[in-house]
């Protein structure tokens, strides 16, 4: 059974970190390349940062570029996210996502970032 687990998410004041992490069970998780979404009240899902199977590329959106870090952890089956100066602009529900193709891609169950003081 596929599963992609996300803890790590809460309440965080402007400035603050945060990591979260994404547990991954089921499938193949060295073959997938990995995502991170989110999607704040009203708004569509967006992509945010993914990185490659081996871990060797990674890609981000403009509006986290320099603040966020995705990284990966093959052997722990681990991608994790750490997010620094954090605005309230980044509150969201932010989930992980799997890829291998256009019919193998799975989500988690999403985690609530919070950013305010």
């Known amino acids: 059974q596929v599963q992609l687990v996300e803890t790590g998410g809460g309440l965080v004041q402007p400035g603050g970190s945060l990591t979260l992490s994404c547990a991954a069970s089921g499938f193949v998780f060295n073959v997938y390349f990995m995502n991170w979404y989110r999607q704040a009240p009203g708004k569509e899902r967006e992509l945010i940062a993914g990185i490659s199977s081996n871990g060797g590329n990674t890609a981000y959106a403009d509006s986290v570029k320099g603040r966020f870090t995705v990284s990966r952890d093959n052997v722990k089956k681990t991608v994790n996210l750490q997010m620094n100066s954090l605005k309230p602009e980044d509150t969201a529900v932010y989930y992980c996502?799997?890829?291998?193709?256009?019919?193998?891609?799975?989500w988690g169950q999403g985690t609530q970032v919070t950013v305010s003081s």
């Open positions: 996502n799997a890829r291998y193709d256009d019919s193998r891609s799975f």
